[in-house]
């Protein structure tokens, strides 16, 4: 069974950086496609960014292109989540998901492992 814990949100000023973490369970993590997904009040589970398993390669939402980097330590388990120049519109739960899969995906019906989450407030 593989558990992912998130952590490193909270409330920051517009302008600011803030790094998420994903710590997952078993030694099978290396293999597996690792993505971001956020929900703001009132609005739907969207994508933000992915990586695929064994580090071979990104995917980003435009909203958030030049902005945030995904990276992965398969050493430790954990998948992360820069955030650069947070602004308000980045407010949302943050999820952490996995699928037993190397190859990527920005479709969130595909993934089979979620997180509970971690807030991310960006105030002006």
């Known amino acids: 069974q593989v558990q992912l814990v998130e952590s490193g949100g909270g409330l920051v000023q517009a302008g600011d950086s803030l790094r998420l973490s994903c710590a997952a369970s078993?030694?099978?993590?290396?293999?597996?496609?690792m993505a971001w997904f956020r929900q703001a009040p009132g609005k739907e589970r969207e994508f933000v960014a992915a990586i695929a398993g064994w580090n071979s390669g990104t995917r980003y939402a435009d909203s958030v292109k030049g902005r945030f980097t995904i990276s992965r330590d398969n050493a430790k388990n954990t998948v992360y989540l820069q955030m650069n120049s947070l602004t308000c519109e980045d407010t949302a739960v943050y999820y952490c998901?996995?699928?037993?899969?190397?190859?990527?995906?920005?479709?969130?019906?595909?993934?089979?492992?979620w997180g509970q989450g971690t807030q991310v407030t960006v105030s002006s």
């Open positions: 078993g030694r099978t993590f290396s293999s597996y496609a």
């Open positions: 998901a996995a699928r037993s899969s190397m190859v990527v995906n920005f479709d969130a019906n595909v993934y089979n492992y």
